[in-house]
């Protein structure tokens, strides 16, 4: 029972690269999120899809693009990554809206 | 701006004796609040949530109040015990027109000691 997975855990990158980290769910919920979670901050909400076919931003989208593949898969892109995008990332997964969250256990990505 | 705050960033408790963690907000549409457990190097796990429509929800050892005239919930833990120890998050939605878009407190390190 894997629950959210995320890839990969850690991640090293230069100013200016891409990347995507994946996310995927095997509990067959319809709405999936990506947030940030910063050191004296609260996880913020970067995009969120609320089912399959619909992404919409969340508090801090700058910088980043989503996709939901499917239903079990929501990645998120950083075209051009700068320094501030050092953080942790995680993906939530939730059956229906207003229900809470599911996890995965985070990517750290530090840009240099 | 943050609407909603977790003052204390770190709590130590003895083992067996009750933990206190407190969260305040700012937005009084919120209606719909949650607390989170997170452990080093894993996700955050829900522990226990609470609707506007009361004022406590208890599962087991963990007991939710909310103040909705003070902007104010806590989370009780009674006994503390050493797998306590977490960082814990409080959680705050409006759930008529927000969807589903939770505000998150800065989190709480908890360090039950023996």
């Known amino acids: 029972n894997a629950g959210v997975t995320q890839t990969p855990k850690f991640q090293v990158l230069k100013t200016g690269q891409s990347m995507t980290l994946q996310c995927a769910q095997d509990m067959n919920h319809n709405s999936m999120y990506w947030y940030r979670q910063d050191p004296g901050m609260g996880l913020r909400l970067i995009y969120y899809?609320?089912?399959?076919?619909?992404?919409d931003k969340g508090e801090v989208p700058n910088g980043y693009n989503v996709s939901r593949l499917n239903k079990r898969e929501f990645s998120l892109r950083l075209e051009s990554a700068a320094p501030s995008q050092t953080s942790v990332y995680f993906c939530?997964?939730?059956?229906?809206?207003?229900?809470?969250?599911?996890f995965g256990d985070g990517t750290r990505l530090s840009i240099l | 701006d943050q609407q909603v705050k977790q003052n204390s960033p770190s709590l130590s408790v003895q083992e067996g004796r009750i933990s206190i963690l407190n969260c305040d907000y700012t937005?009084?549409?919120?209606?719909?609040f949650l607390w989170y457990k997170k452990y080093p190097a894993e996700g955050p796990t829900f522990l226990i949530s609470i609707s506007s429509i009361k004022d406590k929800n208890e599962d087991g050892r963990f007991t939710v109040f909310l103040n909705k005239s003070a902007k104010h919930l806590s989370l009780h833990i009674v006994p503390s015990q050493p797998g306590d120890s977490a960082v814990y998050f409080c959680a705050a939605s409006r759930t008529t027109d927000s969807w589903g878009k939770f505000q998150f407190g800065a989190g709480t390190q908890v360090v039950v000691t023996p």
């Open positions: 899809s609320a089912s399959e076919g619909t992404t």
């Open positions: 939530a997964s939730s059956e229906i809206r207003d229900q809470p969250q599911h």
């Open positions: 937005n009084s549409m919120f209606d719909y």
